[in-house]
């Protein structure tokens, strides 16, 4: 694994031909301080960004030789546990951007990162960053107020509420006391009034949007809505490569981008 000199991170990445794993690529190639040495998908494909896809099953064989500093994931939960497995017999540090694992399933990824430095994010955006602390610091402000969290997305997208909905949800419930996971209610039907210790969830699946997320916040004849839209998935590469390059050569551990947007 690399020290962290000055020479660019060698790179692996999983999930390659997926609508992320195109991404990073893409970002990937135009970057100095990043060489891809190694991507993989499931399924056959032709170079992308001028990058050959090895088949996923080659994985763990090719790791050796490839010898990355860090991986970059963006595939399924049952995916990223097998890669994480892989990361941490190589001793490589990764970078996950993948959603929807159980509880079992996150379990599972902290020990890993007992061994390897491991990063997760449910969202590599710096502006997801900043609506996050936007949304602690109105919760704290508003006590009491109406919670309702709004997230929107393509129609390919397989787990509901978003991993990033979730993030934010586990923010709130962090600020308000009163709040738990119990407490949440996702979508109404029928007889179904509103108690005050609830926060509504709402997922929208539609068309080829990237992903939208909306805290509002409601009571003493005022609202606040924050608002964050996502308009090209780069911005998401471009976190994940960030996080790559900040996470090679670090001690064994858990991170999370913030670690990395605070030391940025
Ligand atoms: P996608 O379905 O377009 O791509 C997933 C890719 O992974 C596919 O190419 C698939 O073939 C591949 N794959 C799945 N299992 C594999 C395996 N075992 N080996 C190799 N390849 C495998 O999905 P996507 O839109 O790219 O999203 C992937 C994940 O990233 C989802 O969990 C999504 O929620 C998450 N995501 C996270 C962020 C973020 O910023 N953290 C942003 C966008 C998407």
Avoid: Q
Avoid at 22 to 33: F, T
Avoid at 62 to 86: H, K, W
Avoid at 199 to 204: D, K, L, P, S, Y
């Amino acid at each position: 694994m690399s020290t962290g000199d000055s020479s660019p991170l060698r790179l692996a990445v999983t999930g390659a031909a997926g609508r992320m794993g195109r991404e990073v690529l893409d970002a990937a190639v135009d970057r100095e301080d990043v060489v891809v040495v190694l991507a993989v998908n499931r399924s056959e494909t032709e170079p992308i960004a001028g990058v050959a896809i090895d088949p996923a099953a080659e994985f763990a064989d090719r790791l050796g030789d490839a010898d990355p500093d860090a991986v970059v994931d963006f595939t399924g939960p049952a995916s990223t546990l097998e890669y994480a497995d892989a990361c941490a017999e190589a001793d490589v540090a990764l970078v996950t951007g993948t959603t929807g694992f159980s509880e079992d399933g996150l379990a599972t990824l902290r020990e890993t990162a007992s061994s390897v430095p491991l990063l997760k994010a449910a969202n590599f955006s710096r502006g997801i960053a900043a609506l996050r602390r936007a949304v602690r610091e109105a919760v704290t402000a508003l006590p009491g107020y109406d919670i309702e969290v709004t997230e929107t997305h393509h129609n390919g997208k397989r787990d509901a509420p978003s991993g990033t909905a979730h993030t934010i949800l586990e923010d709130i419930e962090d600020v308000r006391s009163d709040l738990s996971p119990a407490d949440r209610v996702h979508g109404r039907e029928g007889d179904a009034p509103r108690e005050s210790a609830e926060i509504g969830v709402h997922a929208r699946r539609a068309g080829d949007i990237i992903g939208e997320h909306e805290v509002l916040l409601a009571d003493n004849h005022e609202t606040v809505e924050l608002t964050h839209r996502s308009g090209d998935r780069g911005v998401f590469a471009a976190g994940a490569l960030d996080a790559a390059v900040w996470l090679a050569g670090r001690d064994a551990g858990w991170y999370t981008f913030d670690d990395v947007i605070d030391e940025s």
